[in-house]
């Protein structure tokens, strides 16, 4: 059964940075899409970034471009999602998700993801 396990969640000054990490095990598939999501109490979920791993081609909602970077270490099945010039407003629960094959449309829209990981919070001040 396909698992996420994250890690990497914290407290950070504004400006600073935090990487966060997301083991995938139990995957059977030989492509998929993984991203990272975010929540805020109140606040609907967000896409942040996503990556398919068939051709490499990331996605990024607007808000973080410049500032995060998504990326996959092949060998060891980590999603990493790397966060510089960290803002307040970037205070939020992050998830990590995954999906068998290709997202045809937005790679951003959770609804298209099936797994999921338990979230790590992040506090910017």
């Known amino acids: 059964h396909v698992q996420l396990v994250e890690s990497g969640g914290g407290s950070v000054q504004a400006g600073g940075s935090l990487r966060l990490s997301c083991e995938l095990s139990?995957?059977?598939?030989?492509?998929?899409?993984m991203g990272w999501f975010r929540q805020a109490p109140g606040k609907e979920r967000e896409g942040v970034a996503a990556?398919?791993?068939?051709?490499?081609?990331?996605y990024y909602a607007d808000s973080v471009k410049g500032r995060f970077t998504i990326s996959k270490d092949n060998a060891e099945n980590t999603l990493y999602l790397q966060m510089n010039s960290l803002k307040p407003e970037d205070t939020s629960m992050y998830y990590c998700a995954a999906r068998a094959g290709r997202v045809i449309g937005d790679q951003l829209d959770f609804n298209v993801y099936t797994y999921w990981g338990q979230g790590t919070q992040v506090t910017v001040s």
């Open positions: 139990g995957n059977s598939y030989t492509s998929y899409c």
């Open positions: 990556i398919y791993t068939g051709d490499g081609s990331t």
